[in-house]
């Protein structure tokens, strides 16, 4: 038992070892990552921006993350096709107070982002986010298009286009950019752009990073959903309890059990040592008459005879081929062969009678 246990823990901990290697080995520049992830540490990643507002990572759709109501998420570069905006769950998150910050290089849903027809240095149009005069775009200047763009209010404008716009909805606000490097990590020093990530990002909100418009989610599971409904503590409850079972169902109480001498004996034996008693105690004659005589209570037993009319079923049944016993003095070992072939013959024919009889 304790060997096993020993087997356990090594067992456990060689795991665990393994585990933290391949972490530590598949960490790094983490270079496979689009341009959009806060994976991505190279030149074009948004690694930097992630640090610098200690945001956390979003690996979930928007309707079932449960955030806050007043989160900030940053969506930058979404990859796959948008057919809307928003879904019902962001725009109602939106409404109840979230920002959505949606950083764009083409087109999403509705949202167009194209380059400027006329470039023009980007200029601030709208008196917000103070600390935020100067952009720089160092991919070219793109400009905001689609009903999006023309509900919400140009915060940033390339000419008479809007490069940045923010549309209110409600207690929420959705921040409309095409200009996501930005906000990229070989460029975030430069002139406001840092000022205006952490503008975007509020004061004291909950700050996320959305991982699951770069392709990086996990699927919901049946684990998640319980999770997600608040059984959390009952799993690790019956874990814990599950344990605790096999742990005691393992330990032994008191002192240990010796294991039973053994007693059992062949069949063989049995009737030989049975056979040498009766043949130091009783005669031959004696031998064959106390045979006789279970011949003859296993007849009354089988078919219920009693006195002469049991003794005459008996002797139908053994036939005139017994030799007589006598009354006294020992017999020959002929005629006591003689007497137990009889009677075994006497009992085949009692086991073919009530076989028959049960046939019929």
């Keep these: 038992m304790r060997s096993l246990r020993v087997l356990l823990v090594w067992a456990g901990g060689t795991a665990f070892l393994a585990g933290a290697l391949a972490v530590v080995a598949g960490g790094g520049r983490r270079a496979g990552f689009p341009r959009g992830s806060v994976f991505n540490e190279s030149p074009e990643g948004i690694s930097l921006a992630h640090r610098y507002l200690r945001a956390g990572v979003l690996t979930r759709p928007i309707s079932l993350a449960r955030l806050p109501g007043n989160a900030v998420v940053f969506r930058v570069r979404p990859r796959g096709r948008a057919e809307r905006l928003l879904t019902p769950a962001e725009e109602r998150w939106v409404r109840g107070g979230g920002r959505l ?85 070989a460029h975030l020093g430069e002139a406001d752009h840092l000022r205006l990530l952490v503008a975007m990002a509020g004061k004291a909100r909950p700050v996320l990073f959305d991982e699951w418009a770069q392709g990086h989610g996990r699927d919901e599971g049946l684990l998640d959903l319980m999770l997600e409904w ?91 081929g017994v030799p007589p016993l006598e009354e006294a003095g020992e017999i020959p070992p002929s005629a ?23 046939t019929l």
Excluded at 114 to 136: E, M, N, T
Excluded at 145 to 157: I, L, N
């Design 101 to 185: 910050v949606l950083a764009i290089e083409a087109d999403y849903g509705p949202l167009m982002a194209a380059p400027s027809p006329r470039p023009a240095p980007v200029r601030k149009v709208f008196p917000i986010w103070p600390g935020v005069r100067r952009l720089i775009t160092p991919d070219g200047t793109r400009a905001l298009g689609g009903t999006p763009a023309d509900e919400a209010h140009a915060v940033f404008a390339s000419g008479s286009m809007p490069v940045l716009s923010r549309l209110t909805m409600e207690k929420g606000d959705v921040v409309l950019f095409a200009s996501p490097e930005v906000l990229e990590n």
């Design 230 to 320: 608040g059984f959390g503590p009952a799993l690790i409850a019956a874990a814990c309890t599950f344990a605790l079972w096999l742990w005691r169902g393992r330990t032994r109480l008191g002192p240990e059990d010796r294991e039973p001498a053994e007693t059992r004996s062949e069949a063989v034996d049995l009737v030989d040592s049975l056979a040498q008693l009766y043949d130091r105690a009783l005669t031959r004659r004696e031998a064959a008459r106390l045979y006789r005589e279970g011949f003859q209570r296993a007849v009354g037993t089988r078919t219920g005879l009693k006195g002469a009319a049991l003794a005459a079923r008996a002797g139908e049944l053994l036939g005139r």
């Design 336 to 358: 006591f062969l003689g007497v137990i072939r009889a009677v075994n013959d006497g009992y085949r024919r009692l086991h073919e009678d009530a076989h028959s009889r049960r």
